[in-house]
């Protein structure tokens, strides 16, 4: 008995913050709180709150923008049919949805707002739940879904949606107006206007990453792409959407249903990569073989607190992971790097989120990376050391495509379904990607029947292991 007292004891000592905080936790943890055993089974109290839980996350088809299967469809009838999956798969009241958070780039804003509004009225939700659009770039669809976490767990409500929408057919990459002489005052803002391949070009000769690196990892790509495709993996996390293709000639409509995406390429080779010819620099490697492709699509997250999820009996996918330090909650991490080499976002962010959610690198199972270039995407994986058979298992952007607003949401529902499968051996899970101007975003997700009572448990040196799953 007296060493289960030690023991509790001990955990408490553990779980006590930092002495920085002004907040006493005294009487708010006690033993009787705690369940004895070395499997760290113990109740945490309500001084924590409530899990942010993902309980459904779906998506569209990706397809390639002016050319794929989504080339005459509306973008708002992107969004619909994924808000509609996440009522209907969960037998959610759809009235109970507190706000829903649609992550988008290109579209005017005003206009993409009410397109969002018009796709949840086709979706069935009622006027009384709330709409709104968020823009990081090629963050904002998981900017959307940390957004929601964010309010969950502050209160606003106990039900949100998480999504993203981009149709780069409807709305090219372009800017609009004059630009501002200032820019010319200042290096970086300058490098703020650098196109994309560029800053790609800067990365691949600063840090010295190959034509044929980069080549490779795009075969890499869509061989894995094609693989998980194949062996229906994807199935699960696309929703089919019925939609039509319009002959140019005739104006003929065909109806169709899209759930396949389209810009994967089984057969591509070093070879034929090869023979591509540099895009934004004369004697450059980036090409459109080595790069993400631009995409059409659509994808939403439904997340909840654990105890409405609980109370509807549904069944949890991730968990959205949170780490006390003093009285902040972190999982989610953007930071700002060089405008000029914008795509060595994620080696910069997921360390951060990582190190914010009280783990190391070597906790996290399985990475999803936006593959926007080759260069970046190689430079971040190598210059954290990360295994490569841990990285985008099932493909990424440069074989799936990267419709930038829907990205965010596309990778957390291809994560989590791939953590789903794989069970007990894969508990963490990273969602990462770069940003225009010099940015990087980056989530930490934890699989949903991997959670125990006390997550956040790492060895005591006096005590040893305070947890089975304590490292």
Not at 139 to 156: C, E, M, N, R
Not at 206 to 219: H, K, L, T, Y
Not at 272 to 282: D, N
């Amino acid at each position: 008995m007296e060493k289960a007292i030690e023991r509790q004891r001990v955990l408490l000592e553990h779980l006590r913050p930092s002495s920085s905080s002004s907040h006493s936790f005294e009487g708010s943890l006690s033993a009787s709180a705690c369940l004895a055993g070395d499997s760290a089974a113990y109740q945490r109290t309500s001084l924590y709150g409530d899990d942010v839980v993902i309980v459904a996350a779906h998506r569209t088809a990706l397809c390639k923008s002016k050319r794929g299967n989504f080339k005459d469809t509306y973008p708002d009838d992107l969004l619909a049919p994924v808000l509609r999956a996440l009522i209907e798969k969960t037998n959610l009241d759809p009235s109970e949805v507190g706000d829903i958070v649609v992550g988008t780039v290109l579209a005017p804003g005003s206009q993409r707002a009410s397109e969002c509004r018009m796709s949840a009225f086709y979706a069935g939700f009622p006027e009384t739940v709330a709409v709104r659009t968020v823009n990081r770039q090629c963050s904002s669809g998981l900017q959307a879904v940390a957004d929601v976490a964010a309010a969950i767990k502050a209160g606003f409500y106990d039900i949100g949606i998480g999504a993203g929408l981009e149709s780069m057919t409807t709305n090219p990459m372009a800017w609009e107006g004059s630009v501002n002489p200032a820019v010319k005052k200042f290096a970086q803002a300058q490098s703020c206007l650098l196109p994309m391949g560029v800053t790609s070009e800067n990365v691949a000769h600063r840090f010295g990453v190959s034509r044929q690196e980069q080549d490779q990892a795009a075969v890499d790509s869509h061989r894995k792409a094609a693989a998980a495709t194949a062996a229906g993996k994807f199935k699960d996390e696309i929703i089919p959407v019925q939609t039509k293709l319009v002959d140019p000639k005739t104006g003929d409509e065909t109806p169709i249903t899209v759930s396949v995406d389209d810009g994967i390429r089984p057969s591509t080779t070093l070879a034929t990569l090869g023979k591509l010819k540099p895009v934004f620099k004369k004697d450059g490697t980036t090409t459109a073989g080595n790069s993400s492709q631009v995409s059409d699509g659509a994808g939403a997250v439904l997340l909840m607190k654990r105890s409405v999820a609980t109370q509807k009996g549904l069944p949890v996918l991730g968990v959205f992971r949170w780490h006390v330090i003093g009285q902040l909650f972190r999982t989610f991490a953007a930071v700002g790097v060089d405008p000029a080499i914008m795509g060595v976002g994620p080696a910069v962010a997921i360390p951060a989120a990582v190190k914010a959610a009280g783990l190391e690198l070597d906790d996290i199972d399985l990475f999803e990376i936006n593959e926007a270039f080759a260069s970046q995407f190689l430079y971040c994986r190598n210059k954290l050391g990360l295994d490569a058979e841990k990285v985008n298992v099932n493909g990424g952007a440069m074989a799936i495509g990267h419709p930038l607003g829907a990205t965010g949401a596309r990778c957390v529902a291809t994560l989590l379904h791939e953590m789903k499968r794989r069970g007990k051996d894969c508990r963490f899970g990273v969602v990462s990607m770069c940003i225009g101007t010099g940015m990087g975003a980056a989530a930490v997700f934890e699989r949903g029947d991997g959670v125990d009572e006390l997550r956040n448990a790492r060895k005591v040196e006096a005590q040893g292991y305070l947890s089975k799953d304590a490292r």
